[in-house]
């Protein structure tokens, strides 16, 4: 009687190598083997046995795991970096994958540019069909551990365009793909038991770069323009967002703000729940940053197809596309949107309301958080685009006689300052936030 078992010697290592093709194409998860007497060593025995010689020798690095929040593709690599220059670029780091050994069976890694994405495998196979399919072949990203000790298993999303393969050496994480209805393949590789000499996975999680969404334990995050992981409530790329005290997005809950309750939906936005509400205002974030502040625009259909707003007329546009008449377009001015709506207070204002600043020469209207959008030519340092405060500059037909503007459309915090620059003079308005302007006149114009 013969008993079939996995040889893990230096010989193996040398077949595996050394049959090319064949070696490659066996099935996922399959291993090289040889018939041995009855008489030979019990095959247990031989694999702990022969792993812990090997193991005293063996040497393995760190293979690291990213995930890009845009596209959905999980990316694995070897190199610090590499791994530093994706999370510098807003990837998110999800620490070690696994380790794995210097020699072994290799693994292919290869590029779709069409797609954007990675895929890897250990089969020579695969790797030459989506290489004449288009795919860049990029060379070996690591090897796979001949002496099979840590199973990594591959699962394919039918429904993807991008990041359609996952690889993980988590069973429970594998299972749950699955039950989501992603396919099993299998195993695609082995990772090692040994660990190696050093780890930089500790500095690698400290790596973040400004303006950017990441992932840390699953939980999504961003950071400011100092890399700094914001709190509270947020406005970025023309939503507002809240993220817990520890920096991690909050999604699917009520949150309270100047006494109003809000639902965030389940990619975090806030919402006030009314469609005419929300029209007003992403009408209103097509204009943020590419809108120059022109007193007395916005009220012929010029000058708006020209972008061009003054504080008044910018907020009666953005009601105007959402179906909302606040009076005469052509007369509209602060004075005569003060008595629009209904009345009620700053201090439990509202998304939406429209409120008074600067002895009612100033209307913005409030989008939540602490956030409100205006169009301003005093907004040099407190209008915020993507999170970050920076100036925006815009040259108007009164540029020759006051100078360029700064601001235009734009969202802005409360508590900003109007400015900081020397050059804008010494007048104390610009040293005040929006919030010490306010005059506590306030409308409600949808209920």
């Known amino acids: 009687m013969k008993k079939r078992i996995v040889y893990f010697g230096f010989l193996g290592m040398i ?25 030979s060593v019990d095959a247990t025995t031989f694999k702990s046995s ?17 995930y890009n929040p845009n596209s959905g593709e999980h990316f694995y690599t070897a190199s610090d970096y590499e791994a530093k220059q994706l999370i510098q670029s807003g990837w998110g780091y999800e620490g070690v994958g696994w380790n794995a050994p210097e020699k072994g069976s290799p693994v292919y890694r290869l590029y779709n540019p069409n797609a954007g994405d990675h895929h890897y495998t250990m089969l020579l196979a695969e790797k030459n069909m989506l290489t004449a ?95 700094q992981i914001q709190k509270g409530f ?42 005419s509400i929300e029209k007003a205002i992403s009408a209103g974030m097509t204009k943020v940053g590419n809108s120059p502040y022109v007193l007395g625009g916005g009220r012929t259909s010029a000058s708006i197809a020209a972008n061009q707003f003054d504080c008044s007329s910018f907020v009666y546009w953005m009601y105007q596309q959402a179906g909302i008449s606040l009076g005469n377009q052509s ?24 409120f008074m600043m600067s002895n009612t020469s100033h209307v913005g209207l409030y989008l939540g958080g602490g956030y409100f959008i205006q169009s301003s030519p005093n907004a040099k340092f407190s209008t915020v685009y993507g999170g970050q405060a920076q100036p925006n500059m815009t040259y108007t037909s009164y540029t020759d006689t006051y100078g360029a503007f700064y601001g235009g459309v734009g969202v802005s915090r409360l508590s900003d300052i109007l400015s900081k620059d020397p050059a804008d003079g010494n007048d104390p308005v610009t040293r005040m936030s929006w919030e010490q302007l306010q005059n506590n006149i306030v409308r409600r114009i949808v209920r």
């Open 15 to 39: 077949l595996v190598q050394g049959v090319g093709v064949q070696a490659q194409t066996q099935p996922t998860g399959s291993s090289i083997s040889r018939e041995e007497t009855t008489n």
């Open 50 to 66: 022969s792993r812990f010689v090997a193991s005293t020798a063996i040497k393995t690095y760190e293979m690291y795991r990213l």
């Open 133 to 227: 399919n288009g795919w860049n072949y990029e060379g070996i990203g690591w090897y796979s551990d001949d002496l099979q000790a840590v199973p990594l298993y591959r699962a394919y999303n039918p429904n993807a365009k991008s990041g359609s393969h996952n690889y993980t050496k988590d069973g429970n994480e594998q299972k749950s793909l699955v039950n989501a209805g992603w396919q099993n393949e299998g195993i695609a590789w082995y990772g090692s038991d040994v660990a190696p000499d050093d780890s930089k996975s500790d500095s690698m999680s400290q790596t973040y770069g400004p303006n950017q969404w990441y992932v840390r334990d699953g939980q999504k995050l961003h950071t400011d323009q100092n890399s």
């Open 234 to 275: 947020q406005w970025i790329s023309g939503q507002i967002y809240y993220f817990d005290d520890s920096g991690n997005l909050q999604v699917n809950k009520s949150v309270t703000d100047r006494g109003n309750t809000y639902q965030l939906n389940s990619d975090g936005t806030l919402t006030s729940g009314n469609a």
């Open 331 to 354: 007369a509209t001015t602060t004075w005569t949107q003060q008595y629009v709506g209904s009345a009620t207070s700053f201090a439990t204002m509202k998304r939406g309301d429209i």
